[in-house]
Every structure is written in structure tokens, then in C-alpha cells.
């Protein structure tokens, strides 16, 4: 019986493992030409213990000519990778297949991957050939037979980006290092994705070559992934290191992204003692490369036609559902739906959607989440919306499609995506303590119906005999007197209490501002400010809410609008990637700190 205990035991653990395990497959890059090569990465989730390779589909397309397996295990969850190093064989449009995993006799599938392969650069000039065994000189970073070499560019039919990074380098062939910069579109709108890549191009051996990521004005940067890959120019065949980040800009105007840099040591390996013995010191030396600024101009996005259901996305892709926790419930139990969408993109920065009112229903908004993800070199964005429902009666209700719109770059026209309705089934409430029953009220002549009652009738029975303490109602003109003096204190403390929290709120706001060295402790001493002096809740309060409540409270509109302002800088300000800035918040928590000065001049 304890064998076949065990037995059970380990089939189910074996099969709840199994049920675990997700496998996935992503390439470094989509689009690459005949003389590049293309990494395919397979990962899986949750298998441990000695597992079958991968089963790759027929790759016509591909020659396979390097295999690595990496693996690590964090807090007992095991990651296997797998990679395979691939180069194109022709041009043209390329699918790999589904990749195959088998474990504890399960079977996994990959989705299919596409892929863009193009021809190698062309040469547009006669030119004597150049040699694929030109030495470069000794000194310097100049190859003398770069001279002979004809002028190459990319194949017109690549990508913007991987097109103009190609003629980069081949503008630069005659250096054995260097490092370039560009992106897919110096032209964007709002809001909308692009892709920035910095690749740092070698055909020489280095070492210890610390890499400094550009700096990006008035646009957010987020860091999508590296790669490696190879490219012969002018004969030479050339290998880089790839670095990719989507850029998205918040506001129109000018956006500039700053120069990369690289220090690299030529050489195989740092010198032995017998090399700093024997060989000149000169030998191995620091040298930098430099990617050259970029200047981006972001675009507003057309007026005509944007539809009130345009929250700020733009791009291609994006995807809408919503869902309920449930269908079945009884009057006055919440319910959640949540709404997701989907896409390209830094869905962070756009606005919060609004729910339709639904009839029936009180509607509780929570603060909507937003997460992004990079897989293949790109990301992808998710935002959450949820709201809580409370529905008053009985009946059969129907959620209808909640309308969700982005502007598409490409055709350069709105589009406007809508869930599915969802029906609901309310019954009538079965808890009679828990105040009105809504749904369980019987119908009465002429159609009235009674939802429920109040009131809290008297018992009649008779009067209890006077007691001593009865008789001291004699005296009600003292007692009216002494519960007046009463409430009277009751008012003056809570007076004094409001009076001295209000003066209290700025004081405490001012020293937590000249402490403040983050953006989120500039919003923290803000909203707490506006708590304890304005009674303004701004965590459940959309920015137009909490300016209107300002206003409402006395304050002008001149200071309504700088503290918008404000409010918006410290957004984004939550949303810039990077190490914290220091003097930008010191910057903010000035500027938070004159405009407190005016709510406490002003606020009534």
C-alpha cells in the first residue's frame, strides 16, 4: 500500500512539473543580409534534470554552424537555453519552423518565426579590388588598403535602420574599429516607437572595452537587448557587437540622443610579465570610439479625426479584451473587470482609459498597472485597467464593448478596436443583514414595488418603574446648559486641531521638498500636502479632477495650471529610464516648493 502511495505521489508531482514547463523561441534580428548571421535562442521554463535537445525544424534557408547551452536555476525554478548560430544561405523571405521539446513525454511546440534576408552591399563605382588579406598598419586606426576598396552601400530593399547602419559602415570601412548610431525614424509622432542601435565594428582582437550608453533628451529610452553579427566590407569581413533601445517621445519637439562611446584595448589579451619585459609598452594601448549625436523631431499627431476614445497610442498591433471575474452574482457583491491592452511601444505614458457609467451599478476605478517586456528585439507593452462593479438589483445585465482607438504611423489614420459585450447574471441577495435586498421586493398594485424598509419600530411594553437617576431630568435646564458647554469644547478642540494640521501640512511638505532627491519623494511630500490641507486624494483622482477640486477650493487658475504642470513633469519623471537624476529632482522640488508657497497663500 506505501509503494502505491508513492507511486500516486510521484506520477502527480511528475505531472504537476510537467504542466510547468513552457518552452519559446526569439531571434536576435528579423532582417540581416547573405554576409550576417542570425542567432536563434530556445528557452525552457521548468524542466530539470537530464533532458533531450531541442528537435529544430528543416532549415532550407540556413547552414547551423555553432551549438551552446546555457543554464541556471533561481529560488528551484530551472532555465535552459539553447542557442544556435545560423548563417543565410539565399535571399529572400525565411520561416523557421516550430521548434519540438520533449519532457516526461509531453511535447512542446514554438511558434514560427519569419525572417528577412538581403543581399550583401553593391558596389557603385569601378574600382580596383580590394584584398581579403590587406594588412592593416601597425600604428593607428587607418588600413592603407581601404584606398583600393570601391564604394559600397546596403541593399535599398533593407529596413531603415538596418540600412542606414549598414552604409554607415561602409563609409567607415577603412578604420579596423568604430562605432555607429541610428535610428528607425528621426521623425516619429507622440508617443510612437523607434528603435535605436549602436553597433561598435572590429576586425582586429581587443579587450577591456567598457561600454557608455548614449544620454536621451526630451524622449524615453528603454533597453531592448544585445546581439552579435558580421559584415564584410569591402572584402574584410567584420564582426560586431549590437546594442538596441526604443525610444519613445512624450511631447512634440526637438529630441536629441547623445554620443556612445567605447574604450577598448587592442590586442588578444592583456600583457604577460614577460611581454612588459620584451615588447614595448607601446604596444597595447587605450583607444576611444565614438558614435556621432542624433537629432530626432517628434510630431504631434493629427487633429482631424481623432476620435474621444484616443487615449495616445500609436503604432501597429495592439490588441483589446476584457473580462469579468465572474458572470454569476448576487445583488451587492462586487464584481471585477479588467481590461488589457496590448502593443508596441511605452503604453506607460498614455492616458487612463474611462469606463462608460453602466445602469444598475456603482463603478469603483482602481489605478490602472503597466509592465513591458523584450523578447526578439522588441518590446512589448501591457496595460491593465480594472474596475470594481456592484450591481444594485436582480436581473440579467450586459456589459457593452468598451471602445479603445490609436493612431496607426503607417497609413496615418486612427483605428478604433472594441471588446466583447459581457452578460451577466445577478441574482437576488441572500444576506438579509446586510441591508436592503434589492432583489427579492415583490411587486405591488399598480406597479409599485417595495425595495425595502427603514424604519425600526418602538416596542409598546410598559414604562420600567422611576429610579433615582430618572429624577434627575428635574434639572433640564442645567443639563441643557452643561451639554452645550460641552459641545462647545468638542468644536473648539477639533477647531484647533484643523487650524494647527493645516499649518502643520506645509511646514512638514517644506522640509521633506529640501530632503527630496528622487521624483517620487517630490510626488510623495506633494500629495501628502495636498491631503492633509486641501482634503485632495490625488492616488483616486485623474489630474483635470484634482485641478478642478483646486479651484474649487479657491485656488486661481493661473496657480491651478502650474501645479498641472508640475504634476506632469513628476509622471514623467516616473517613467524616464536611467539612474535617478539628482539635480532634476532638486529641480522639481524647487519648483514643488514655490508652487506649495502659493496653495498656502491661496487655499481657502
Known amino acids: 500500500m506505501k509503494r502505491i502511495f508513492l507511486s500516486l505521489l510521484f506520477i502527480s508531482w511528475a505531472a ?11 531571434v536576435d534580428k528579423t532582417a540581416l543580409t547573405l554576409d550576417d548571421e542570425l542567432t536563434l535562442s530556445v528557452e525552457v521554463n521548468g524542466a530539470s534534470g537530464n533532458m533531450i535537445m531541442p528537435q529544430l525544424p528543416s532549415l532550407p534557408a540556413f547552414n547551423v554552424y555553432s551549438r551552446e547551452v546555457q543554464r541556471s536555476s533561481i529560488n528551484g525554478k530551472t532555465t535552459t537555453v539553447f542557442r544556435y548560430v545560423m548563417l543565410p544561405r539565399f535571399v529572400g523571405n525565411a520561416t523557421i519552423g516550430s ?7 509531453k511535447t512542446y511546440k514554438t511558434d514560427p518565426i519569419s525572417v528577412s534576408i538581403y543581399r550583401n552591399a553593391q558596389a557603385v563605382q569601378q574600382a580596383r579590388p580590394a584584398s581579403s588579406s590587406a594588412k592593416a598598419v601597425s600604428t593607428g586606426n587607418y588600413d592603407s588598403a581601404a584606398a583600393k576598396r570601391p564604394r559600397e552601400t546596403a541593399d535599398p530593399n533593407l529596413p531603415p535602420l538596418e540600412r542606414d547602419l549598414a552604409n554607415q559602415a561602409y563609409a567607415r570601412g577603412n578604420e579596423n574599429y568604430f562605432l555607429i548610431a541610428a535610428v528607425s525614424d528621426k521623425t516619429p509622432y507622440v508617443n510612437q516607437a523607434v528603435a535605436l542601435a549602436v553597433r561598435f565594428y572590429y576586425n582586429r582582437p581587443f579587450y577591456d572595452a567598457p561600454y557608455k550608453k548614449p544620454s536621451a533628451s526630451n524622449i524615453f529610452m528603454e533597453d531592448i537587448g544585445s546581439s552579435q553579427g558580421t559584415q564584410s566590407i569591402g572584402g574584410v569581413l567584420y564582426r560586431y557587437e549590437e546594442q538596441r533601445y526604443q525610444l519613445t517621445g512624450p511631447t512634440p519637439g526637438k529630441a536629441t540622443i547623445g554620443p556612445a562611446s567605447v574604450q577598448y584595448v587592442t590586442g588578444s589579451s592583456p600583457l604577460s610579465v614577460l611581454d612588459r619585459l620584451f615588447v614595448a609598452a607601446s604596444s597595447s594601448k587605450e583607444q576611444t570610439a565614438q558614435s ?49 491592452v496590448k502593443g508596441p511601444g511605452n503604453l506607460k505614458s498614455t492616458a487612463d482609459l474611462q469606463f462608460p457609467s453602466l445602469d444598475g451599478f456603482k463603478m469603483y ?16 507593452s501591457t496595460k491593465v485597467f480594472k474596475t470594481v462593479l456592484v450591481p444594485s438589483a436582480s436581473g440579467v445585465y450586459t456589459i457593452p464593448a468598451v471602445k479603445w482607438s490609436y493612431f496607426n504611423p503607417v497609413s496615418h489614420t486612427y ?25 427579492a421586493a415583490a411587486a405591488a398594485a399598480a406597479g409599485i414595488q417595495t425595495l425595502g424598509q427603514d424604519i425600526a419600530y418602538l416596542k409598546t411594553a410598559p414604562a420600567p418603574a422611576a429610579t433615582p437617576l430618572s429624577r434627575l431630568s428635574v434639572w ?22 484643523k487650524s494647527l494640521a493645516n499649518k502643520k501640512a506645509y511646514s512638514t511638505a517644506k522640509n521633506r521638498l529640501k530632503k527630496a532627491f528622487t521624483s517620487e519623494a517630490v510626488a510623495e511630500a506633494v500629495a501628502d500636502y495636498l491631503q492633509q490641507k486641501l482634503r485632495i486624494n490625488t492616488g483616486s483622482l485623474p489630474l483635470k479632477a484634482i485641478v478642478h477640486a483646486l479651484t474649487k477650493r479657491g485656488i486661481t487658475p493661473a496657480t491651478a495650471e502650474a501645479f498641472a504642470l508640475l504634476w506632469q513633469r513628476l509622471d514623467a519623471a516616473r517613467f524616464a529610464p536611467g539612474a535617478p537624476d539628482t539635480q532634476s529632482a532638486q529641480d522639481l522640488a524647487q519648483q514643488a516648493l514655490d508652487i506649495l508657497k502659493l496653495l498656502e497663500e491661496e487655499a481657502k
Open 292 to 340: 556621432e549625436p542624433i537629432s530626432l523631431t517628434v510630431r504631434p499627431v493629427p487633429a482631424a479625426g481623432k476620435p474621444s476614445t484616443f487615449y495616445g497610442a500609436v503604432g501597429t498591433g495592439f490588441t483589446v479584451s476584457a473580462q469579468t471575474d465572474r458572470t454569476q452574482a448576487e445583488a451587492g457583491e462586487a464584481i471585477t473587470l479588467t481590461l488589457t
Open 99 to 105: 521548434v519540438q521539446f520533449t519532457y516526461n513525454g
Open 476 to 497: 433640564q435646564t442645567l443639563n441643557w446648559v452643561m451639554l452645550a458647554l460641552l459641545a462647545a469644547s468638542v468644536l473648539f478642540a477639533s477647531v484647533g486641531r
Open 16 to 26: 504537476w512539473a510537467g504542466a510547468q514547463v513552457s518552452v519559446t523561441a526569439s
Open 415 to 439: 483605428k478604433t478596436l472594441q471588446t466583447e459585450p459581457i452578460t451577466l447574471q445577478i441574482s437576488p441577495a441572500s444576506k438579509t443583514n446586510s441591508g436592503f435586498d434589492f432583489g
Open 365 to 380: 476605478a482602481a489605478q490602472p498597472t503597466s509592465q513591458t517586456t523584450a523578447v526578439g528585439g522588441k518590446i512589448t
